[in-house]
């Protein structure tokens, strides 16, 4: 059975950071879900514009059904997510199920707001580091830390990208995909 993720959309999203998760991901056969968290196209932080697969709304009476959450980060998408107590929700769900929890760059600290990171290990952007208000901040590209992975910024998304492959597929398939896109992992 193919593992299941879910990628948040906030406006003000960074867009690496979402789109090569998403199709990493899906290179390797995850099945990922892209919910918005309001109707409609969701404006990145580059002004690029992005239509999820559906609303957050649709996808909470089935949140038990994913293995995964990916937080991407950038401004005001961090911010965004951070405000949207359906995050906080599902999040929690997840925990409460050992499901993994992932973010990127400014999300980190959503995990931190959350008590994610409590006792545990964790990276962000080097901007955002202050705001990590729990757990052990180390200056590495990709942190994993029992069922939380954190990693820096947009120059990290491919080797976070194939990180949550590997935790999710195994490393065999996190090979397989990079022979296809030839990351230096």
Same mark, same amino acid.
């Given at each position: ?18 789109i090569?998760?998403?199709?990493i +991901?899906?290179? &390797? ?10 109707? $409609?196209v969701? #404006?990145?932080? /580059?002004? !690029? ?19 995964m ?6 401004q005001?998408?961090?911010t965004n ?6 995050i ?11 499901k +993994?929890?992932? &973010? ?10 959350? $008590?994610?990171? #409590?006792?545990? /290990?964790? !990276?962000?952007h080097?901007?955002s ?6 757990g ?9 830390d ?5 990693s820096q910024?947009a120059?990290?998304?491919?080797e976070?990208?194939f990180k ?8 065999e ?9 030839l990351?230096?992992?």
């Open positions: 059975m193919a593992k299941k993720v879910l990628v948040p959309l906030a406006p003000g999203f960074e867009e690496i950071e979402a090569t998760v998403i199709d +991901l899906r290179r &390797a056969g995850v099945e990922v879900v892209v919910a918005g968290t309001q109707p $409609g969701i #404006e990145a932080s /580059r002004k !690029t514009k992005h239509v999820p697969d559906c609303g957050l709304d649709d996808v909470m009476p089935a949140v038990d059904t994913f293995d959450i990916v937080l991407p980060g950038g005001p998408g961090t997510l951070r405000a949207d107590l359906r906080k929700t599902i999040i929690e769900r997840l925990r409460a199920r050992s +993994l929890t992932a &973010a990127i760059c400014a999300a980190p600290t959503v995990l931190s707001a959350y $008590g994610v990171l #409590e006792g545990r /290990r964790a !990276t962000s080097p901007g580091r202050a705001q990590l208000v729990a052990q901040v180390v200056d590495e590209r990709v942190v994993v029992g069922p939380v992975v954190t910024a120059g990290t998304a491919m976070f990208a949550l492959v590997e935790l999710l597929c195994g490393r398939k996190a090979v397989e995909v990079n022979q296809g896109v990351a230096r992992l």
